[in-house]
């Protein structure tokens, strides 16, 4: 649990690949470095960060909203989406994104093509990357198109999810669940290439906390890179 995994999804849920930790108390400080060294090591690499604002946070829920920025933040792809069904008022109220916003945005069929061409062999970091995994795999099965194929599109990069680290980062363990507490987006706004930037922002920030480790021991956390 304290480190960075790989994600693959099916249908019936995620599934991990990587140690199991959950059910032990935990070693508060060194779960930390661990998050931190994994962060530091992923922002020596290439890699996208991808966001949805959606239409709930049900089994039916579509995109209405997705983002996809470089390690940094910087966008490089953003859109409203108009999804198949309305917008609950709900869900207007957290995103702010109303039906009439969206009545002439392209639906996500329109985009499947540029998104996968966007993504495609990408390692692509994601904050609860199990739900937004699942609403991109719901859209791709909404539409009959013979060019759109949701095993293709999820299996074509490769995920990792940031909330579950950044929790053992924050260290509030659970006793109940034996775990962390899995813990909100620090910083984001609701809007997918704003919950990309702040994503961006606590990858840098746990990067920062080895940084500042490896100097406390006298080490270059450069060395090597």
């Keep these: 649990q304290a480190r ?17 930790e959950l059910g032990k108390m935990p070693d508060f400080e060194q779960d930390k470095l661990k998050v931190a060294q994994s962060a530091f090591q992923l922002r020596q690499q290439d890699f996208l960060i991808l ?55 392209p639906s ?25 995994l699942g609403v991109l795999h719901r859209c791709c099965t909404l539409d009959q198109s013979p060019w759109i194929n949701a095993d293709t599109f999820i299996k074509a990069f490769t995920a990792i999810d ?3 680290p950044y929790s053992t980062y924050c260290g509030e363990w659970n006793d109940y669940h034996g775990s962390y507490t899995w813990q909100k987006l620090p910083g984001g706004d ?31 956390p450069w060395e090597g890179y």
């Design 4 to 20: 960075f995994r790989l994600m693959s999804y099916a249908p019936t849920g995620i599934q991990y690949r990587g140690d199991e």
């Design 51 to 105: 966001d949805t604002e959606t239409t709930g946070l049900r089994a039916a829920a579509e995109i209405c909203e997705i983002a996809v920025t470089d390690s940094n933040g910087r966008i490089l792809f953003s859109s409203l989406v108009k999804p198949v069904n309305p917008i609950p008022t709900e869900s207007m109220a957290i995103h702010k994104i109303s039906n009439v916003m969206v009545a002439d945005a």
């Design 108 to 132: 996500f069929s329109d985009l499947y093509l540029t998104l996968l061409n966007r993504l495609r062999g990408k390692t692509v970091l994601i904050y609860n990357a199990q739900y937004d």
């Design 162 to 164: 940031v909330m579950m």
């Design 190 to 220: 609701h809007t997918a290439a704003g919950d990309c930037k702040a994503t961006a922002k606590i990858i840098k920030q746990m990067a920062d906390y080895w940084v500042d480790h490896l100097h406390g021991l006298g080490e270059d």
